[in-house]
C-alpha cells in the first residue's frame, strides 16, 4: 500500500508555472506508475498526465501537451508535475496517483491523495 501527498498549488496568473509535488510513503514507489489528474467543479475528474515505472515513457492529455511535464524521482519517492504557460482553464484541483497498471484512465490506478487546488486568474 502507498500513501500519497501533494502540494504545490495555489494561486497563480495566467501564463504563470506551478510545480506540483506528490510525496509517496512506502519502499515500494518505484514499482508503480503514477498518473495526475484533475478536476474542476461540476466536472469529472480527467487525465493531465502519466509516467511509468522506469520513467521512461510519459503521456499526456492533448490539452496540456507542451506546456506540462511530468517526471519522477524514485530515490525521493517523489512525483512531479511541472505546469508551465497556465490558463485559466487549468483550475482544478490536482489529484496524483499510484497503481501497478498506470494509463490514462482513473479505474487503473489503486491510490489517491486529498488533491491540491490549482487556480489560474486571468
Known amino acids: 500500500q502507498v500513501q500519497l501527498v501533494e502540494s504545490g498549488g495555489g494561486l497563480v496568473q495566467a501564463g504563470g508555472s506551478l510545480r506540483l509535488s506528490c510525496a509517496a510513503s512506502?519502499?515500494?514507489?518505484?514499482?508503480?506508475?503514477m498518473g495526475w489528474f484533475r478536476q474542476a467543479p461540476g466536472k469529472e475528474r480527467e487525465f493531465v498526465a502519466a509516467?511509468?515505472?522506469?520513467?521512461?515513457?510519459?503521456y499526456y492529455a492533448n490539452s496540456v501537451k507542451g506546456r506540462f511535464t511530468i517526471s519522477r524521482d524514485n530515490a525521493k519517492n517523489t512525483m512531479y508535475l511541472q505546469m508551465n504557460s497556465l490558463k485559466p482553464e487549468d483550475t482544478a484541483v490536482y489529484y496524483c496517483?499510484?497503481?501497478?497498471?498506470?494509463?490514462?484512465?482513473?479505474?487503473?490506478?489503486?491510490?489517491w491523495g486529498q488533491g491540491t487546488q490549482v487556480t489560474v486568474s486571468s
Open positions: 496517483a499510484a497503481g501497478h497498471r498506470g494509463g490514462i484512465s482513473r479505474y487503473e490506478y489503486d491510490y
Open positions: 512506502g519502499r515500494t514507489f518505484s514499482t508503480y506508475a
Open positions: 509516467i511509468t515505472l522506469s520513467n521512461g515513457n510519459t
